[in-house]
């Protein structure tokens, strides 16, 4: 007999696999192994969440399993939202938290996130960002950490997880040992950290113990190479992994996406949740089964599930891994998922979420006020996949229903602008020395020198003021929260 003839450990397989899935409801295939399958949960995204009362069927229907799921949502609040993803996230992001540094909002953002992740079911929010941001090229990181010092991310990543478990739902830190040292997304590569191993011990390993020592009750694994502890990345690393462990930690270790192109296109989806489970991991997640665009099938997200399911099965069978594997990460997931089950929240703190952004605000030089409507020359690139959705609504609320324009920051495209309306240059990548946006702004302030630069991005090289050629706001966020913030500024102006 197979393991796939083998109920029990199917159902130990299902126990360690969070997949995502399309539509707005439970789609069949995804129903069966929920009833029967004993799988653990499943992953929200914003494809899944439609209007009021699409969100609540869908959340009667996975309460109405009838046992204890763990359900997820990425929910940080800034860039990174799924239950906002139209028109932008209205809470505060952690770069716009750590530039305020009042620890009380950060918990109160925190208890607001579980409670909106709680309303839709998800009990499970996959927050906060404990990763220190040390590189500004960092494409994929940036505003989603709370600073560059491990001092200032410890704190707010405590302050943040506690708001988040005290208002009923599981926090998970994300992502261990550290990405915020890296200039390559893993959504699409491989990074591999250049810094030596005091220095990821100094720096960017004190967040991730504060957060395991104030209680968190999961740690996501990064995609990234720590080459003193081999040439795996740290969710396959067995070293990675038990560094955890040796941390302290005997929580769920989550795997951060195995769809992501640092495992897909390297080891395989399928080969990878083997070699995670190997290495420590508890649960698998299997990833967004819309990333793939218009190259993913109808499908996707079944043939996503059944490639890791597979695989699973396929290395209990050959001997490759052991049951016990399966069966101390299967127990630890259903732990954290009663213990839910039986959680209560605490009392909210006030929160004024309007106030916190315009704190988070800077200025660099000053402008008078710039009258509505206004153009806007949107100078930033693709979103990473982290964000799940379009940030137009930036440009838009800048614009104030005026007109926005695409990349072409051209002289002579900025010249044919009209010159009596007020001109906004929106960017999100200026910390990183010169080239590609910073030269933008060079060619758009030889012409327009009555510009004004909003930066949704890091607003600084590790701590020193980024000279622009024009005056600037730091807004710290691509959010519906941030870009109205920005707006008021710019209709009231900086004076001298």
Not at 137 to 159: D, K, Q, Y
Not at 340 to 366: F, H, K, N, Q, Y
Request: charged fraction near 20%; charge should be negative; hydrophobic fraction near 50%.
């Amino acid at each position: 007999m197979t393991g796939a003839d083998d109920p029990t450990v199917m159902r130990l397989v299902g126990g360690v696999l969070w997949p995502g899935f399309l539509g707005r409801g439970v789609p069949d295939w995804l129903r069966r192994e929920l009833s029967g399958g004993g799988l653990a949960g499943v992953v929200l995204f914003s494809h899944n969440l439609g209007d009021e009362g699409e969100r609540m069927s869908l959340a009667a229907e996975l309460r109405g399993v009838g046992r204890p799921l763990l359900v997820g949502i990425d929910e940080e609040g800034g860039n990174v939202t799924r239950l906002e993803v139209e028109a932008g996230s209205t809470l505060p992001g952690a770069a716009q938290l750590g530039a305020v540094d009042d620890l009380a909002a950060t918990e109160a953002v925190g208890q607001e996130l579980a409670a909106r992740s709680l309303a839709v079911g998800a009990n499970l929010v996959l927050a906060p960002v404990a990763d220190v941001n040390t590189d500004p090229r960092n494409p994929v990181i940036g505003v989603r950490s709370f600073g560059e010092t491990p001092e200032l991310v410890s704190r707010h990543t405590v302050a943040a997880l506690r708001g988040i478990q005290g208002a009923g739902a599981a926090a998970c830190v994300k992502h261990f040992p550290g990405h915020g040292d890296t200039h390559l997304d893993s959504h699409h590569a491989l990074p591999s950290l250049t810094i030596g191993l005091d220095e990821l011990e100094r720096v960017h390993l004190p967040p991730f113990q504060a957060a395991i020592d104030a209680g968190v009750a999961a740690v996501m694994s990064a995609h990234v190479i720590v080459p003193a502890w081999g040439e795996q990345p740290a969710t396959l690393n067995p070293v990675a992994l038990g560094r955890v462990r040796a941390m302290g930690f005997a929580g769920v270790i989550i795997t951060d996406a195995l769809d992501m192109a640092a495992v897909r296109e390297s080891v395989g989806a399928g080969p990878g949740a083997v070699q995670a489970l190997l290495a420590g991991a508890d649960l698998l997640c299997v990833g967004n089964p819309r990333n793939l665009g218009a190259a993913a099938a109808p499908d996707q997200d079944e043939r996503d599930f059944r490639e890791v399911q597979q695989a699973i099965v396929a290395a209990v069978d050959d001997g490759t891994l052991p049951v016990a594997v399966l069966e101390r990460a299967a127990g630890r997931v259903r732990a954290l998922a009663a213990s839910l089950a039986e959680g209560t929240a605490g009392e909210r703190m006030p929160l004024d979420a309007a106030a916190i952004a315009r704190a988070a605000v800077t200025a660099d030089g000053s402008f008078p006020a710039l009258p509505r409507p206004r153009t806007v020359v949107d100078l930033r690139g693709r979103s990473t996949l982290a964000v799940d959705g379009s940030t137009d609504f930036v440009a838009e609320a800048l614009a104030a229903g005026g007109r926005v324009v695409g990349v072409d920051s051209s002289e002579a495209a900025v010249a044919a602008l009209p010159p009596d309306v007020p001109l906004v240059v929106l960017v999100d990548r200026i910390g990183a020395g010169a080239g590609g946006q910073r030269d933008a702004l060079e060619r758009v302030a030889a012409v327009r020198a009555d510009a004004v630069v909003v930066n949704v991005g890091m607003p600084s090289d590790n701590g020193s003021s980024a000279r622009l050629p024009l005056p600037a706001l730091h807004a710290r966020a691509a959010s519906r929260l941030a870009a109205d913030a920005a707006a008021a500024l710019l209709d009231a102006g900086v004076p001298a």
